[in-house]
């Protein structure tokens, strides 16, 4: 049996939860999505919770909330998935990037900070930051919080690999050090709604604006309305153009379930990458250094490639030919064609790019036995040779 990079966990209780929702009376708009909403915003110590169709939606939602626009700047890293950068395509503002930081493969605020100086100098401020979490370590937000308020820029975490990690003794997604949070359900994932993503704040005005988008710009709050005197109980006013970026209810009731075992998972995959970190003592790689500030989730366990006399391309073709089927996080993104044709070029982001040549990932997920880690080790070692 091939070992997959990633694999959600479904159990019977997860199941039972789906199957109460389809027996409801509620597919979608019912008591589920309220529910899961409290539960992650009580886990991650946030005052709100905003539930949507994927964190794909949940990135726009957070740059239209932050009235991003045409003529507007969003900077991320080139080391992340394309969505991180595309929610500012979305709203018609330019992207940009920082660099990464060397050994944690997070945005580099020495980086972050000449950038910014730079751009002051020129009248080019971005209005909204994207750092990833990558592989699910925090980014030093502290570092990236002062900077941003330094120069007043807002601050959207893409923390889409991180539920269940922590930074300074607090959760992923609190909010402590930026405006939003956004996590991510997709299967792959530390927990999974099927499709799903959520995006966390604690600020009450933002919080009012991401219900409006997500659903049309429909209020039937009398409070938000423009007339003074609602017509009826079926009155509702569309006050701001949004979307219909809901959440069913059936994928509330999974994400729900999955949270009560969200520990639980982070338990085994700190497990697991500890046991990496062990049996891949004396091969020629690099295993994921960790700040001491961070508990990662472990949404990735990337290695570097080094001193092998084999490539990186030649290592992965052997792994993928014995059933190890290992993948590459990320291809810089700025290195995409859709980038390149608005005017970025390969040494732009040296750092990024160079990271990007010799990683693998290799297989990480709740569900991964000892034995099927050991296999991988020893698939990679005779890879490597
Ligand atoms: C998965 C992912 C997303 C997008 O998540 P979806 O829920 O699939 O839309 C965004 N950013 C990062 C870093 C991701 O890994």
Redesign the pocket.
Known sequence: MPIPYGRQDISEEDIRAVCEVLRSDWLTQGPAIEWFEQRVADYCGAKHAIAVC????A?HISCLALKLGPGDRLWTVPN??V??ANCGRYCGADVDFVDIHPDTYNMDPVNLSAKLAAAKKDNLLPKVLVP?HFAGQSCDMAAIWDLARHYGVRVIE?A??AIGGRYKDEPIGSCRYSDLAVF???PV?IITSG???MVLTNQDALADRLRLLRTHGITRDPAMMHNAAPEGAWYYEQVGLGFNYRMTDIQAALGLSQMSRLDDFIARRRYLAGRYDVKLKGLPVRCPAQSPETNSSWHLYVIQVQGSRSTRSEVFDRLRKSGILANVHYIPVHLQPYYRQLGFTAGRFPISESYYESAITLPLYPGMTDQQQDEVVQALATALQ
Request: net charge negative; aromatic share 10%; no cysteine.
């Open positions: 994927n964190a794909t939606a990135l992340t998935f969505a991180s990833v893409d889409s690999h991510s359900f997709h994932k499709e799903g993503g």
